[in-house]
């Protein structure tokens, strides 16, 4: 039996839910991750990531192994439109951001404040970039994506991915000058300073 995603995905096309659920169980958290990332929201992220597998169960054909896609680059584009769409909508109505939702692994107490005081300022950094810099950037960095994937998912050419990148490092930049803060590199600069 083939338990790979694809095959996993082609087995799904003929309403296999044992293998629904090994996909839903493997990937889950990694989708989430963007989703966060993209809405800054907990409750939505999981509401994409629902909505995004949920489409995928009810129409399995939009994934195409055959044409040589590979199932998590291709889902990544639906989790990012689903978020994007759900960002979109928000801008409307100006919905508040909880960036403290995304748990914090670091070990001790003053560190766990630190972390999660320089995580929410960078959070919020990422969350007023334009759409598709977020995207590049959280596709990059967070999912450790290759340029190549990242412009797959984003529909666009690797020199436009490495331009969204730049423009939104130069944008984050600019938000830690312009609130008076140490950007995340000074803060590592300074931990170690500390620790040496």
Known sequence: MDDTDEG????????????????????????????WRLLGNSAEADDVVQDAFLKFWTQPDMFRPE??????????RVVSNLALDRLRGRKRWKGDVDFDA??????????????????????????????RQKLALN?????????????EVIGVGEKAVESLLMRAKAGLKEHFIRKGL??????QDARRTKQG
């Open 182 to 187: 140490a950007g995340p590199g000074e803060v």
């Open 139 to 151: 596709l990059c960095f967070y999912e450790g994506m290759s340029v190549r994937d990242a412009a």
């Open 67 to 76: 044409a040589g896609a590979r199932f998590t680059t291709w889902f990544y």
């Open 8 to 35: 996993l995905a082609l087995r799904i096309r003929n309403g296999d839910h044992q293998a629904f659920s090994i996909l839903v169980r493997r990937h889950t958290d990694r989708f989430y991750g963007l989703a």
């Open 102 to 131: 995304m748990p914090d692994r670091a070990a001790t107490a003053d560190a766990v404040y630190e972390n999660r005081q320089m995580q929410g300022h960078l959070e919020a950094a990422i969350h007023e970039l334009p759409e």
